[in-house]
């Protein structure tokens, strides 16, 4: 028997295990098939987040923008994994530096519980990463782990990267976005190229990922000089491109 779509691309679930199968799916997904799972919602997120990946990793690989990524809420992985995917061929010795307490959610609010995401650990990621990193490639990771607001995670980010290309903010909370925004603002001043925002969670509750973002930017967008624009949007994702004058 011939499995539909959604049969044969089920079994990849974003609180599964890591696996090089979860991976390799993902290289197979396009349009096409995105189009046949689009009512599976968290198909859909997935599938529709990394699409949207590959597109701006080819925009910043192909204007050959300088700079690290950053992920804000690494949980096992597998965003970070994602990206690499991406990222895989680019010239540019680029450092992917995923960022988590490893504790869960550290407050409750709307649909999220304190504690939520905490069936993980830093040892489970490392491992993930090492086993599943793209072979033959240029780049290189850093796992750290702590809270956004710890002075020790800034000092670790500061001295790991002082460029940044893309950041994926993964925080689920508004409180723990607008912390991560915070911790990133030393790399976007005095910056010429673009940099990308990448927010998933983004349709799950307006007053926490949307908020957060349009206070920051109404705080922000002056003393940092930079304007954005949305480049790309799933149903629960939404990216956006800033530019510096």
Sequence with gaps: MTLGIKDQYSTWRMHQP?????????????????????DD????????????MQDIANEIIENNYSGDIVEFGTFKGLGL????????????NRCLIGIDSFQGLPESSGEWAQGMFNNTSYDECCKNMQNFMPANTALSWKIISGWFNDASVS??????????SLVH????LGSSTTQALNLVKPQLQNRSDPVYFLFDDWGI????????????????????????EEISHGLLSKNFKLTFN
């Excluded at 919602?41 to 949207?52: D, G, M, N, V």
């Excluded at 000092?155 to 940044?164: D, F, Q, Y």
């Design 18 to 38: 890591v696996t090089k199968q979860s991976l390799d799916q993902l290289r197979l997904i396009n349009d096409t098939i995105l189009a046949q799972i689009v």
């Design 41 to 52: 919602a968290e198909l859909e997120h997935q599938y529709s987040r990394y699409l949207c």
């Design 81 to 92: 994994l994602m990206l690499a995917q991406c990222f895989e061929h680019s010239k540019y």
């Design 155 to 164: 000092e670790n980010v500061n001295s790991s990267t002082n460029l940044i």
């Design 169 to 172: 903010f993964d925080a689920d």
């Design 205 to 228: 509750d307006e007053k926490e990922i949307p908020q957060a973002w349009q206070s920051w930017v109404s705080e922000n967008s002056q003393t940092l000089n930079f304007k954005f």
